[in-house]
């Protein structure tokens, strides 16, 4: 078996398409199609099943991926060591959400923008369910992850700092100088990102669970973090946010934290599949990651 082939197999394995895999490798469709009938006569099965304009893995490639994988890998290791381990390289396909790509990690893409340019980070905004079945499927390398839970099936993780939250309202709200109890919030218009944010789902539980059954909550959902604090600066209603994005806009008193606190507490977290060899350039930027943040959350209580 051909590591070549090897690359292109797992490549179609992990995103189902000849197209598409052919895309992100560079390749003619004819000569990903064409490596992996070679692969398949190697072997001496077929690996994928084809139906119609799909793909699927069969049974035998359903076995071969993830040894795929550790060849690709050990390979990928071997490459690096040989090369010269000082000056770490490669590309890093990272998941990452809104909030840590605009408030958290600018300074580590900096760190590697100019100590480490042979690094070519690559930055998938995802959030949630994507990212983890983006890390288990080899999409992603690495991804962040902001979760109320700490371990996930098939994956790996780092705890990288607990992600405080917080309520926040223009500074004329009615509820702003009270301590609203979580059933008073109802009344109120409520200000939120998209379904699939961990903060704004826990949210919604908290508050459906205060309402009678058969009844929820409205958002009225901006889609960014940047249009929902705008939304709230200009008294539109409230909005749960990580206080890491509103940090400016507090100190500057163009919105105002409600005495309220969430009864549930989220982790920012970096996530790779589980078993996978981390390359070296892929370590640091863990490495680094869990610095900064710690550095920038400051001890937790």
Request: aromatic share 6%; net charge negative.
């Amino acid at each position: 078996m051909e590591l070549r082939l090897l690359v292109t197999f797992e490549k179609v394995a992990t995103v189902l398409s000849f197209t598409r895999a052919a895309a992100e490798l560079a390749y003619a469709q004819s000569s990903v199609t064409s490596q992996i009938r070679a692969l398949e006569s190697s072997l001496g099965t077929e690996l994928f099943d084809r139906l119609g304009s799909r793909i699927r893995l069969t049974e035998a490639g359903e076995r071969l991926l993830p040894y795929a994988r550790q060849i690709i890998e050990l390979a990928e290791e071997a490459r690096a060591a040989v090369v010269g381990a000082e000056e770490p390289s490669g590309t890093l396909t990272v998941g990452t959400m809104e909030s840590l790509t605009s408030y958290r990690l600018l300074p580590l893409l900096e760190f590697f923008h100019h100590r480490h340019p042979r690094v070519r980070l690559s930055l998938r905004t995802t959030i949630g369910d994507e990212t983890r079945q983006a890390l288990r499927q080899g999409t992603y390398d690495v991804g962040f992850l902001m979760e109320e839970d700490t371990e996930h099936a098939g994956l790996e993780v780092a705890v990288l700092a607990e992600e405080p939250l917080v309520l926040v309202a223009a500074p004329g709200h009615p509820l702003a100088g009270t301590a609203p109890a979580t059933a008073d919030l109802t009344g109120h218009s409520l200000l939120a990102t998209e379904p699939g944010c961990a903060y704004r789902d826990l949210f919604e539980r908290e508050l459906n669970a205060r309402l009678p059954e058969g009844s929820s909550v409205d958002f009225t959902e901006f889609g960014t973090i940047e249009a929902t604090k705008r939304a709230a600066a200009a008294g539109l209603g409230i909005a749960l946010l990580p206080e890491v994005t509103v940090a400016a806009e507090l100190e500057r008193g163009e919105l105002v934290r409600l005495d309220w606190e969430p009864p549930f507490t989220l982790w920012t977290q970096l996530a790779w599949r589980a078993g996978k060899r981390l390359p070296s350039h892929v370590r640091l930027f863990v490495e680094r990651a869990r610095q900064l943040v710690s550095e920038e959350s400051g001890p937790q209580g």
